[in-house]
């Protein structure tokens, strides 16, 4: 993958891999310990009341849909926009069942805020998508403002180590497991060196959370997960303010 911005490779690069890994995607993450269930744990740290009839949500990065039904498993009676700038990606989530409360739209963040969502949005999930960013700044403000005032925004994101047994982890996880088995089963190989490269080169915890207030986001909460993710995968919560 090239590299452009400071060491992020730009948007289309990016792009371009998830839609070359499309289709060996779901077969990789459903190896993964814990994936699915984690994506649960963190649409749940939304706190959305129950059922969530009535609630309008923005997956964003909603890749083949694995985030989207982890917001329907926290609030199956809402309306949830699925958004991606992957068209492969999108064809593995549109190729699913879902219920007819569910939209997707093919769009890359940076471009939301022009974009007729049908919002303000009560709550955005943003499982994965983040740290894929050239400049991660811009469209978290963008996200902010789709939010209604007070809505909750939950960043799932794996994030580089505080310490040197998390850090460990990960290059094992990554180069001991993930990288062989994308090798093994026609996976893009390139986008899982990309995933190991841009957690261990981003902001650790609280260098996130941070960016997130910076952003313009208020009561940011930072919780880990359980497993070899300890330290590594977390979910960052966050509100838009009720006022501004
Ligand atoms: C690692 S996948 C995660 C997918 C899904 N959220 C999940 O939890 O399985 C990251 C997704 O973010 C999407 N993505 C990356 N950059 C994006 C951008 N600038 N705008 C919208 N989507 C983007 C990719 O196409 C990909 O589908």
Known sequence: MSRKHGGRPDGATVTASFDAGASAYDALTDRNPGYHEHLRVSASRLGLPADGSGLRLLDVGCGTGASTAALLSAAPGATVVGVDASAGMLEQARAKRWPGNVAFVH???EELGAADLG?????????????????PDGPLRTLRSLLRPGGTIAVHEYVAGLTLSARLRWTLVCWGIVIPLAAAKGGNVPLYRHLWRSVATFDNAPAFADRLVRAGFTDARTET????????????????????
Do not use: C, K
């Not at 919002?119 to 400049?135: E, K």
């Not at 997960?225 to 501004?244: K, N």
């Open 107 to 109: 769009l890359p963040v």
């Open 119 to 135: 919002g303000p949005f009560d709550a955005v999930f943003a499982a994965y998508l983040v740290r894929n960013l050239t400049d």
């Open 225 to 244: 997960m359980s497993g070899w993710q300890r330290g590594i995968e977390h979910t960052f919560t966050a509100r838009r303010p009720d006022a501004e």
